[in-house]
Nanobody
């Protein structure tokens, strides 16, 4: 039912910033906890960031904490990525969870019901 679409990926140099956005066509995101995951070539998909349904709580992977910021409103889920590193290169996926428990921070890919198609982020030196 929920079709998520990511945008904002691209090629940047190390130290620069990107902002990823995720939206669900034709519907609000108010009822969903949201997350971002990423997958680099040859590696498993890994957790990046999550935000509670209301948007009052966030959690980050240690590798991105302090550099990335997740936020949401009724229209979109945003991942602001600053001080990008070479190891941040990956396909980034937006995820949403329906019937989420208020205040709960979901960090597993199996916690989420819906996924976007992914957007490529490439960091070069």
């Amino acid at each position: 039912q929920v079709h998520l679409v990511e945008s904002g990926g691209g090629l940047v140099q190390a130290g620069e910033s990107l902002r990823l956005s995720c939206s669900a066509s034709g519907r609000t995101l108010s009822d969903y906890a949201m997350g971002w995951f990423r997958q680099a070539p040859g590696k498993e998909r890994e957790f990046v960031a999550t935000i509670t349904r209301v948007g009052g709580g966030t959690k980050y992977a240690a590798s991105v904490r302090g550099r990335f910021t997740i936020s949401k409103d009724s229209a979109k889920n945003t991942l602001q990525m600053n001080s990008l590193k070479l190891e941040d290169t990956a396909v980034y996926y937006c995820a949403a969870r329906s019937t989420s428990l208020r205040g709960t921070l979901y960090t597993k890919d199996t916690d989420f019901n819906y996924w976007g198609q992914g957007t490529q982020v490439t960091v070069s030196s």
